[in-house]
């Protein structure tokens, strides 16, 4: 008999961030998170937490999660089934944008309290193993001086412990942009894929000029350079150059990837967990990437993605970013260049509760 969810808190926390990100799409000083605790009668604790992105975000996103909590409080454990009756009652508002994230969010928390009933991590829950992941260092390389570049790329790669790194794109000139990777690729090694990001920073027209003058610099791949929900623009886009095109961390569900891969928008697909519809959404993205043969890599949420993609046919990158580093317990760990789910009940997210005290945003 599965238990019942008895109470669902959300609590607010601006975290420190490592290196504070600066893409084209501009600044991020804080994390800006908000930690989910979902409660069950059986003494289990479920966690998720979600990227708000600024704090101006934060007050609204806790509305959305309080207004999902109070449908299912008293509900089953049984999260495929909590995900259709929250989308049924949230039809008319088109559950996305911040109620999406909150929808995504207690998902999560459901999965990991479900996992751990079972005493099984969630990988295993989802009837896979604790493979090896690869995983790439996403935590630096922002815009900034491209001389300086160099530098950081050694020092994020300089332990052993990333197969690979990830360097942000799209300055208002694009020979600092080349000057940029050129920097990076000539100083780590050339088995070592260096990733693009764009960001979403430019016109179609622009785009298909930059990246086809980085079609010679051995790049892994270019990411998102266009508006994101732009599929036509991206199938231009992959259709004329070499290097593989990657997109999806803002595909909205499972159904928005489905219409990105019918325009052939991109070689490779990378969902987050918290735009894509929590694991329930990811579940469904994983069996479309398996169906059309894509390869699958995360964003963001390195901690349950791990989980989700040692689960995926199609698994690929995990991105790994350390931004909620701050207030997790344990934060996950990265070994010659490959992630692995924690072996232990549930996703294996625990809070650090001083720290979360001390970053609380009341």
Same mark, same amino acid.
């Given at each position: 008999?599965?238990?019942?969810?008895?109470?669902?808190?959300?609590?607010?926390?601006?975290?420190?961030?490592?290196? /504070?990100?600066?893409?084209?799409?501009?600044?991020?000083?804080?994390?800006?998170?908000?930690?989910?605790?979902?409660?069950?009668?059986?003494?289990?604790?479920?966690?998720?937490?979600?990227?708000?992105?600024?704090?101006?975000?934060?007050?609204?996103?806790?509305?959305?999660?309080? #207004?999902?909590?109070?449908?299912?409080?008293?509900?089953?454990?049984?999260?495929?089934?909590?995900?259709?009756?929250?989308?049924?009652?949230?039809?008319?508002?088109?559950?996305?944008?911040?109620?999406?994230? #909150?929808?995504?969010?207690?998902?999560?928390?459901?999965?990991? #309290?479900?996992?751990?009933?079972?005493?099984? /991590?969630?990988?295993?829950?989802?009837?896979?193993?604790?493979?090896?992941?690869?995983?790439?260092?996403?935590?630096?390389?922002?815009?900034?001086?491209?001389?300086?570049?160099?530098?950081?790329?050694?020092?994020?790669?300089?332990?052993?412990?990333?197969?690979?790194?990830?360097?942000?794109?799209?300055?208002?000139?694009?020979?600092?942009?080349?000057?940029?990777?050129?920097?990076?690729?000539?100083?780590?090694?050339?088995?070592?894929?260096?990733?693009?990001?764009?960001?979403?920073?430019?016109?179609?027209?622009?785009?298909?000029?930059?990246?086809?003058?980085?079609?010679?610099?051995?790049?892994?791949?270019?990411?998102?350079?266009?508006?994101?929900?732009?599929?036509?623009?991206?199938?231009?886009?992959?259709?004329?150059?070499?290097?593989?095109?990657?997109?999806?961390?803002?595909?909205?569900?499972?159904?928005?990837?489905?219409?990105?891969?019918?325009?052939?928008?991109?070689?490779?697909?990378?969902?987050?967990?918290?735009?894509?519809?929590?694991?329930?959404?990811?579940?469904? #993205?994983?069996?479309?990437?398996?169906?059309?043969?894509?390869?699958?890599?995360?964003?963001?949420?390195?901690?349950?993605?791990?989980?989700?993609?040692?689960?995926?046919?199609?698994?690929?990158?995990?991105?790994?970013?350390?931004?909620?580093?701050?207030?997790?317990?344990?934060?996950?760990?990265?070994?010659?260049?490959?992630?692995? /789910?924690?072996?232990?009940?549930?996703?294996?997210?625990?809070?650090?509760?001083?720290?979360?005290?001390?970053?609380?945003?009341?």
């Amino acid at each position: 008999m599965l238990p019942t969810i008895s109470n669902i808190r959300a609590r607010a926390v601006a975290a420190p961030i490592n290196r /504070p990100p600066v893409s084209a799409s501009g600044p991020i000083d804080k994390a800006a998170l908000v930690l989910i605790d979902l409660e069950t009668d059986g003494g289990m604790i479920g966690r998720a937490y979600l990227f708000a992105f600024t704090p101006a975000m934060l007050a609204p996103l806790l509305q959305c999660v309080k #207004a999902v909590a109070d449908i299912i409080e008293g509900d089953s454990l049984a999260p495929l089934s909590l995900d259709a009756k929250l989308r049924k009652r949230f039809t008319l508002l088109d559950p996305k944008g911040l109620l999406g994230l #909150a929808l995504a969010g207690v998902d999560m928390a459901a999965w990991d #309290a479900l996992a751990q009933h079972q005493a099984l /991590p969630l990988v295993r829950l989802l009837g896979s193993e604790p493979v090896a992941v690869p995983a790439y260092n996403s935590c630096g390389l922002w815009i900034r001086d491209p001389a300086a570049l160099a530098d950081e790329a050694e020092e994020l790669l300089d332990d052993g412990r990333f197969g690979g790194v990830k360097l942000r794109v799209g300055r208002p000139d694009f020979a600092q942009d080349l000057a940029a990777v050129r920097a990076v690729r000539a100083r780590i090694a050339d088995d070592v894929p260096l990733m693009s990001d764009f960001n979403q920073s430019l016109t179609a027209n622009e785009a298909l000029r930059r990246c086809r003058a980085l079609d010679e610099e051995g790049l892994y791949w270019i990411e998102e350079p266009v508006r994101h929900d732009d599929y036509a623009g991206c199938a231009r886009i992959a259709a004329a150059i070499d290097t593989p095109l990657q997109i999806g961390e803002n595909l909205l569900g499972p159904f928005d990837m489905q219409k990105a891969i019918d325009e052939a928008a991109a070689s490779y697909y990378m969902p987050d967990v918290q735009r894509i519809g929590g694991v329930t959404g990811w579940l469904r #993205a994983a069996a479309l990437a398996h169906v059309h043969d894509l390869d699958l890599s995360s964003h963001l949420f390195p901690e349950i993605s791990v989980h989700l993609l040692a689960a995926s046919p199609t698994r690929h990158w995990l991105e790994y970013m350390d931004w909620a580093n701050a207030i997790l317990a344990e934060p996950l760990e990265i070994v010659d260049g490959v992630a692995r /789910p924690p072996d232990r009940p549930g996703v294996g997210i625990a809070w650090n509760e001083d720290a979360v005290e001390r970053y609380r945003v009341a």
